[in-house]
């Protein structure tokens, strides 16, 4: 059934319904370069030399890389996150947290410099496939200074428009490890991608993704962030989501450590 009321959430705790998934990869986030996205948690663990383009999923990492993997639902039910634990948070600053559905992602390695590429099958996800919410984004990997010096996406947008055109500012950012795209005007969502132009190079990905949640972090400890007290309607998670992290930090100032993350799934 789903979970409509925060008695739903209840009863389906209080019936052990829940999985706690603990995500354990000790790590200095550094500083950032002014306010801005400056680590994905999941770029950093991925391997390279991997299939291009990816569809993600639960178990697209190993165990060791950081692998959030959770048990599917029976059948008719379906899984929601409820919340985050952190184990330890020494923060200098406030951050926040987004995390998000990792849907699909193409490695621009060695594709070409000052180009235009085109994406071979499949140019989208297998999952949120209308692309309501979806969003654009380029990860560097580990933190690399090969930021192009400029990029543009040919996408689909939520209507099955295609042609659209997502732009980057602010490349040039030695402290960004996650560059955020603007999708053209009205647009709200991605189905899939078809070409990108690139000034440049880039050794990153270009990735797709579903926001799932966020939360603030500005104390030193343990952290916790709960959905159920503040909201009721939880997000739904797909079976099969990668879910994976990044962190917004408001200044340049400051280190953030982060060791251990326990994700809190319900199902109902």
């Not at 560059?179 to 070409?195: E, F, K, M, P, R």
């Not at 690139?198 to 709960?226: C, E, H």
């Amino acid at each position: 059934m789903a979970l409509t009321t925060v008695a739903d959430i209840k009863a389906a705790v209080r019936d052990n319904r829940v999985q706690k998934i603990l995500w354990y990869w000790p790590n200095s986030f550094g500083a950032a370069v002014g306010a801005n996205f400056c680590r994905s948690w999941w770029g950093e663990l991925t391997p390279t030399g991997t299939t291009d383009p990816r569809i993600c999923t639960k178990t697209t990492l190993s165990p060791t890389d950081g692998r959030v993997y959770f048990n599917d639902p029976e059948p008719g039910n379906q899984l929601y996150l409820l919340g985050f634990d952190y184990g330890e948070a020494s923060v200098q600053q406030q951050f926040v947290v987004f995390c998000y559905d990792r849907l699909w992602d193409f490695d621009m390695t060695s594709k070409g410099t000052s180009t235009t590429v085109t994406i071979p099958s499949p140019q989208g996800p297998d999952r949120n496939i209308g692309g309501v919410g979806n969003f654009i984004f380029l990860e560097t990997r580990n933190g690399s200074i090969a930021f192009p010096t400029s990029l543009t996406v040919s996408y689909t947008n939520q209507d099955g428009v295609s042609g659209r055109t997502a732009t980057f500012p602010n490349l040039l950012n030695a402290g960004k490890l996650v560059n955020w795209s603007n999708l053209a005007v009205g647009d709200y969502g991605v189905q899939s991608i078809q070409s990108y132009t690139i000034g440049g190079t880039s050794n990153g990905w270009l990735v797709i993704g579903k926001p799932i949640a966020y939360f603030l972090v500005n104390a030193t400890g343990a952290v916790s962030f709960d959905t159920v007290w503040s909201t009721t309607q939880l997000t739904p998670l797909d079976p099969n989501a990668c879910l994976s992290l990044f962190e917004y930090k408001s200044s340049g100032a400051g280190v953030i450590f982060i060791s251990g993350l326990t994700y809190t799934i319900v199902e109902g």
